[in-house]
């Protein structure tokens, strides 16, 4: 991440998250993460959970698409880890994210018994 100069880091974040709706957000950051099969299973015990997926991360840098770790990815475009799972969550199942932010009716529900 040495390599991204203030300017190219206040970019990055700037193309982010200048007017995007949460979804577009999302989408534009998928595209940043390309999925490979895992070349070798190495199990740590018989019971282990098999990994089926590994993850290549990108930034933009310029015009052109430069590979980095996962913990530049997660600086550089200013997101949590969680965001980053949920994201390669999607990327492996093919999936288009959702915005379900205020969509629980379980709040609303809570909130006409605690008024009435």
Do not use: W
């Not at 590979?67 to 390669?88: D, F, G, M, P, W």
């Amino acid at each position: 991440m040495g390599n991204f100069s203030v300017e190219e880091k206040g970019s990055i974040i700037d193309n982010i998250y200048n007017g995007r709706p949460k979804n577009e957000k999302d989408t534009f950051l998928m595209g940043l993460i390309e999925r490979y099969d895992v070349a070798r299973h190495r199990p740590l015990t018989k019971n282990s959970k098999q990994n089926l997926s590994s993850f290549k991360y990108f930034a933009i840098k310029g015009t052109s698409r430069v590979e980095v770790c996962r913990n530049a990815y997660i600086s550089l475009h200013a997101i949590s880890s969680k965001v980053v799972q949920r994201l390669t969550k999607l990327v492996a199942t093919n999936q288009s994210p959702v915005d379900m932010r205020g969509k629980s009716q379980i709040g609303g529900i809570h909130l006409m018994h605690t008024l009435s």
